[in-house]
């Protein structure tokens, strides 16, 4: 069973960095249409930062020039690296493939990140 698992997450102040990572198990993301999405408490889920199958990239304008989206072909996997974060970036944060079909249909349990002020 194809499976996708984030990491990263945590507790960290206004203006601090994190680096989220999304794994899929047992196999790599390379050449995969990934997506990061959030959903802060009480709202509803949003987009974040996407990855073609060919690395093109688009970003949400909440964090064009903080985050970045990548690939680690190292671990075989798909990163979002957030700079400056702010308190109105705490959220859940979700990773999301373009698995069978050209939606995100296939998305890993969320991983928390909280920015204190």
């Known amino acids: 069973q194809v499976q996708l698992v984030e990491s990263g997450g945590g507790l960290v102040q206004a203006g601090d960095s994190l680096r989220l990572s999304c794994e899929r198990s047992?196999?790599?993301?390379?050449?995969?249409?990934t997506a990061w999405f959030r959903q802060p408490p009480g709202k509803p889920r949003e987009f974040v930062a996407a990855?073609?199958?060919?690395?093109?990239?688009r970003y949400a304008d909440s964090v064009k020039g903080r985050f970045s989206i990548f690939r680690d072909n190292a671990k075989k996997s798909v990163s979002l690296q957030m700079n400056s974060l702010k308190p109105e970036d705490t959220a859940v944060y979700y990773c999301?493939?373009?698995?069978?079909?050209?939606?995100?249909?296939?998305w890993g349990a969320g991983t928390q990140v909280t920015v204190s002020s």
């Open positions: 990855i073609t199958w060919s690395d093109s990239i």
């Open positions: 999301a493939i373009q698995w069978r079909s050209n939606e995100y249909d296939l």
């Open positions: 047992g196999s790599t993301l390379n050449n995969i249409a």
